[in-house]
């Protein structure tokens, strides 16, 4: 149902131009082929690959921002309030990821006993 709908909105837009009618049903088409390929690499990769694709540029370009701003002085993240809550839950986030590793870690080498 949605196939249809979006090329009869397409249809109807620009229905007095010739041209313009084919190539709008081309693309709403063509996007329609590619959807399901595009869905299924996005599970192979994985969202958060695409994410940051999407948002890598304008984070760095806010970076830059922040540090002309401050001068290059990193603190600016740790004295405004809403960064530094944002740096402590991504610091906890972290901890939280690592910290069954490490404790698997430290469990092997204290069942191994030492050389004599």
């Known amino acids: ?4 709908v979006k090329t009869a909105g397409s249809m109807s837009i620009k229905r007095h131009r010739r041209l313009s009618f ?3 049903n081309d693309k709403v088409l ?3 082929m590619i959807a399901p390929a595009a869905l299924y690499i996005l599970a192979l990769v994985g969202y958060p690959l695409v994410l940051a694709f999407v948002l890598g540029p304008l984070i760095e370009q806010s970076l830059r921002q922040s540090l002309l701003l401050s001068q290059g002085s990193f603190l600016i993240f740790l004295t405004r309030p809403i960064s530094a809550v ?3 839950i991504g610091c906890l986030a972290l901890v939280s990821k690592a910290l069954p590793f490490f404790k ?3 469990r092997k080498y204290d069942k ?5």
Do not use: K, S
């Open 1 to 4: 149902m949605d196939p249809v």
């Open 22 to 24: 084919f190539f709008d």
């Open 30 to 32: 063509g996007f329609l």
């Open 86 to 88: 944002t740096l402590a």
């Open 104 to 106: 698997q870690w430290r």
């Open 112 to 116: 191994m006993e030492p050389e004599e």
